[in-house]
């Protein structure tokens, strides 16, 4: 999402904003843009990923709701931000945007693990 009052002239990188916690996008933390504009940062990312992908939590989106990163109907888990309840995504788009942040080694983002998965 984009801060309220940009200058889009001269936007610059902490005007943008992540939507499942608001806050800006820093060399720090990393942004993985979805539709529309919407933003998901690493730290949300991780968490995102940890609760749907390791531990399989997460609910299918009620009717009215979609998730915020493709505007889809899915019957995918959804994670819902606990900070801000309208912010949905849906696993697709959490794996999608892992896969982005994680392949890119200037970041250093990796995705979260565990020690009770099977396979690691
Ligand atoms: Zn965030
Ligand atoms: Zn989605």
């Known amino acids: 999402m984009q801060r309220e009052g940009i200058d889009h002239e001269n936007a610059e990188m902490g005007d943008i904003l992540?939507?499942?916690?608001?806050?800006?996008?820093t060399t720090e933390r990393h942004m993985v843009e979805g539709?529309?504009?919407a933003c998901v940062c690493g730290d949300c990312l991780t968490v995102a990923y940890?609760?749907?992908?390791?531990?399989?939590?997460g609910s299918p989106a009620s009717p009215?709701?979609?998730?915020?990163?493709?505007?889809?109907?899915?019957?995918?888990?959804?994670?819902?931000?606990?900070?801000?309840e309208e912010a949905l995504a849906c696993r697709r788009c959490i794996k999608q945007a892992a896969g982005v942040l994680h392949k890119d080694r200037d970041i250093g983002w990796t995705k979260p693990t565990t020690s009770e998965a099977p396979d690691s």
């Open 18 to 25: 992540c939507d499942f916690c608001h806050k800006p996008w």
């Open 35 to 37: 539709h529309r504009g």
């Open 50 to 57: 940890a609760e749907l992908v390791l531990h399989k939590v």
């Open 64 to 84: 009215e709701e979609k998730c915020i990163l493709c505007r889809e109907e899915r019957d995918d888990p959804h994670w819902r931000s606990p900070v801000f």
